[in-house]
């Protein structure tokens, strides 16, 4: 062998005992990158803010014989105040919201369906609940009449005051 000639190394085919990465990958990427679900759509539903105004870090406190209220948010936040119009057999299609609501009834009635049980709650004009955010749910008309709500929404600053979601696998394709 010349000394002066570096060692000749055989040549490998580097790819061919990593071939099976391959399909090991696109399994890995499909658990880590899942395609994409598709959120429901809404239809005779319209949400209109009335009303929008930001705020600071909020600790509010107000206690009397009969009422006893705290409130504190970290970081900044808004303020909504939406109008909700629901048509004969209108839909919100499935989706949450990233803090909580309170929902005052202001005509007719309407069916909420909440991801976990899928079961219907009706509220009629002079309801009220509170959706404390972060659930998936929907919202629909099946009455005769025009339903409409009036939700004040406290949310952080910056975020979507909805986000749109998937169809749950628990509930009857019906429900859209």
Not at 20 to 36: D, E, M
Not at 86 to 115: C, K
Not at 134 to 139: A, G, R
Request: glycine letters at 8%; a negative charge.
């Amino acid at each position: 062998m010349d000394q002066n000639r570096p060692h000749a190394r055989p040549s490998r085919n580097l790819s061919a005992p990593l071939s099976w990465l391959s399909p090991l990958a696109a399994v890995a990427a499909s658990v880590i990158f899942p395609a994409p679900v598709h959120a429901t759509t809404q239809s005779g539903f319209v949400g209109t803010v009335q009303w929008h105004g930001p705020f600071g870090d909020l600790d509010i406190k107000t206690k009397s014989d009969t009422f006893d209220l705290k409130l504190k948010t970290k970081g900044d936040s808004e303020l909504y105040v939406i109008r909700n119009a629901i048509a004969v057999g209108g839909t919100s299609g499935w989706h949450r919201h990233p803090g909580p609501s309170l929902v005052t009834v202001t005509l007719g009635q309407f069916t909420v369906y909440d991801d976990a049980l899928c079961t219907p709650t009706t509220f009629h004009a002079g309801d009220t609940f509170v959706d404390d955010g972060d659930h998936v749910h929907l919202i629909r008309n099946d009455s005769a009449a025009v339903a409409e709500t009036s939700a004040v929404q406290l949310i952080p600053r910056g975020a979507m005051r909805r986000i749109d979601a998937p169809q749950p696998n628990n509930c009857p394709s019906s429900l859209h």
